[in-house]
Every structure is written in structure tokens, then in C-alpha cells.
């Protein structure tokens, strides 16, 4: 099994949709959880930053993280054409600054 | 502000010759990491730092190395360069401290074409 594994997409929404991606982990220890934005041709941007179970939003992004079921999500609203991009899970152990990633789901926002 | 370079951004080698891709953070980073990234395969990790002359091996190490000598830089070095090491190549930061976060940034990337 993989360490992160991330729905594998592609993934099409409309316009002004909510895109919901979703990462679940097999390390029960994980600490730090993140997601990257890569556009196609460029380097792996940080969006999203968790730590805590919950909710934490930031502008039309949603993380949220569940510990206890090793799941973490990121939610886009009013998603937009520049939202197409593939989207990177990390995680991060409690024991390692090596952080580990999923494949990545591209998503893709037709107007 | 703070930020972190890659040189050259792209660049075509042949079989068998050195190459040395660099990376330079003015984050004041101790950890530092290189990826390669090809399609079907995410983001491997290379090689890593977690501070000056500390270097670790990752998943795909073999014929790679890198050296590190002050915190600002780590560069990467294919001994004898291969076709199966054209591919994207990302250097990557971040701080050494315990607890939440730590969060990696990323530079902007190297194309490297081995012919």
C-alpha cells in the first residue's frame, strides 16, 4: 500500500462548482499535512497547511483533516478556470522532515 | 525577499558527461532536498540535506550525489549522465524544528535533456 494515495482524476468541474479532492495515509503518526498547486510546466506551489482535525479555510480553499480516519481532503468553491492545475497531498511524519506525496489529481475547471 | 534558485533553468548534456544542477536558498533553511519529477512517477526524491555536510540518500540516489557546504546551497550532481535522468528536477527547502508544519518550498525547476 501506498503511503499517500490520492483519487486519481482527472478531474472536470464546471465554473463556479465545488472540486472536493480527497488523500487518504497509512502513517497513523503523520503530523503535518499539506497541499501543493502545480501548474502544468511549473514547480509545486504550497496552498494549504493542517495540522489540527478539522476545518481550516483559507479564501475559496477548505482543508480538512481527519486523523483518526487518516483522511485528508481539499475543498475549492466557486472553483475558476485558473484553478486547473494538478493538486498535491503531502504529508509530513512526526519523526522526519522528508515529506511524502501522493500522485497528484489533476483537476480541470471548464467555463 | 526570501527565495529559492535554480540554475540552469534548462539544459541538453549528451551520455556520460558531468552535470551539476544548482540550488541556492536565501531562506535560511538547514533542510534542503532535490526531486525529480517524471510522468507516472510524482515527485521522487534524490538526495537530501538537514544541514551543512549532512547529506542522506533517498529513493532514486543512484548516480546522483551532492555536497553541502555552507546552508545556502545544495547542488546536485550527475557523475556520468544518463537518458533515463532527462527529466524535471526540483530543489526544495525548509526550516529544522520540531512540531507543526514545516512546511517545503519549492524552487522553480531544471529541464535536463540527456541525448
Known amino acids: 500500500q501506498k503511503e499517500v494515495e490520492q483519487n486519481s482524476g482527472p478531474l472536470s468541474v464546471p465554473e463556479g462548482a465545488i472540486a472536493s479532492l480527497n488523500c487518504t495515509y497509512s502513517d497513523r503518526v503523520s503530523q503535518s499535512f499539506f497541499w501543493y498547486r502545480q501548474y502544468s510546466g511549473k514547480s509545486p506551489e504550497l496552498i494549504m497547511s493542517i495540522y489540527s482535525n478539522g476545518d481550516k479555510e483559507d479564501g475559496r480553499f477548505t482543508a480538512q483533516l481527519n486523523k483518526a480516519s487518516q483522511y485528508v481532503s481539499l475543498l475549492i468553491r466557486d472553483s475558476q478556470p485558473s484553478d486547473s492545475a494538478t493538486y498535491l497531498c503531502?504529508?509530513?511524519?512526526?519523526?522526519?522532515?522528508?515529506?511524502?506525496f501522493g500522485a497528484g489529481t489533476t483537476v480541470t475547471v471548464r467555463a | 525577499d526570501a527565495e529559492i534558485t535554480q540554475s540552469p533553468r534548462h539544459k541538453i548534456t549528451e551520455t556520460g558527461r558531468q552535470v551539476t544542477l544548482a540550488c541556492h536558498q536565501t531562506?535560511?533553511?538547514?533542510?534542503m532536498f532535490w526531486y525529480r519529477q517524471d510522468l507516472g512517477h510524482g515527485l521522487r526524491l534524490i538526495h537530501y540535506s538537514y544541514g551543512v555536510q549532512d547529506t542522506n540518500k533517498g529513493e532514486v540516489s543512484d548516480g546522483y550525489s551532492v555536497s553541502r557546504s555552507n546552508t545556502e546551497d545544495l547542488p546536485l550532481t550527475l557523475e556520468s549522465a544518463a537518458s533515463s535522468q532527462t527529466s524535471v528536477y526540483f530543489c526544495?527547502?525548509?526550516?529544522?524544528?520540531?512540531?507543526?508544519?514545516?512546511?517545503?518550498?519549492f524552487g522553480p525547476g531544471t529541464r535536463l535533456t540527456v541525448l
Open positions: 531562506w535560511n533553511h538547514n533542510n
Open positions: 526544495a527547502s525548509s526550516e529544522f524544528r520540531t512540531g507543526a508544519y514545516n512546511e517545503q518550498f
Open positions: 503531502a504529508i509530513l511524519p512526526s519523526n522526519d522532515y522528508k515529506l511524502s
